[in-house]
């Protein structure tokens, strides 16, 4: 089956710790999102990658990496200096725009927890 | 600034009610309005793509139309199995995908 893995779907991370959520595709999309959803606030944009070994910081990117190695793989890391990293993240992934079907398909989602 | 903005921000209907929800865009090059049904806890799901002005789509209750500046999502005789938060998002020329804040619609029997 075709689809987005997010792992692990919780996760509790101690003040002062980085963390790392995995996101992992098998629909060959050249496009990967890193979402952070907060209650009343949509999904804002975190990093994007149109390809490997480039990514863009989307409007709220101070406090986490991101690294596009492979096409498949794109891990988001929440670094200490992220001061309210308690959310919901979401990973999604797309063709790249050429003319055709460009929609994103989304992980199941993974909920940090800072304790 | 390219930006998303969905209203209302809430909506409650009986069963059977129809309505609509809006989601007006200003934005660099649109490649395509995109939207999506969430249910709590879980990941947005994937309703419709719409590219160009005038385009309609339709899925069961569900009908989507795009203007220049605006998209509707039409619900038509809905059920409480309608009930989810509805996103909106579009994207840029430069990939970039943006969402609005999302219409929670809840469908009482």
């Known amino acids: 089956d075709g689809g987005i893995t997010q792992s692990p779907k919780y996760l509790f991370r101690k003040e002062g710790q980085n963390v790392t959520l995995s996101c992992e595709q098998n629909l060959n999309h050249d496009a990967m999102y890193w979402y952070r959803q907060d209650p009343g606030q949509g999904l804002r944009l975190i990093y994007y990658?149109?390809?490997?070994?480039?990514?863009q910081k989307g409007d709220i990117a101070e406090g986490y990496s991101v690294s596009r190695e492979k096409k498949e793989s794109f891990p988001l890391t929440v670094t200490s200096a992220q001061k309210n990293p308690t959310a919901f993240y979401l990973c999604?992934?797309?063709?790249?725009?050429?003319?055709?079907?460009?929609?994103?398909?989304f992980g199941q989602g993974t909920r940090l927890t800072v304790v | 600034e390219d930006q998303v903005t969905q209203s209302p921000e809430a909506l409650r209907l009986q069963e059977g009610e129809s309505s609509s929800l809006n989601c007006s865009y200003t934005?660099?090059?649109?490649?395509?309005l995109f939207w999506y049904r969430q249910d709590p806890g879980k990941g947005p799901e994937f309703l419709f793509t719409l590219y160009s002005a005038g385009e309609e789509k339709e899925k069961e209750r569900l009908k989507a139309t795009l203007t220049k500046k605006e998209s509707f999502l039409h619900i038509t005789a809905p059920k409480p199995e309608d009930s989810a938060t509805y996103l909106c998002a579009v994207q840029a020329d430069t990939d970039k995908l943006i969402f609005g804040t999302g219409t929670r619609l809840q469908v009482f029997p």
């Open positions: 999604a992934s797309s063709a790249a725009f050429r003319g055709g079907n460009t929609e994103a398909f």
């Open positions: 934005v660099s090059g649109l490649r395509g």
């Open positions: 990658s149109q390809i490997v070994n480039d990514f």
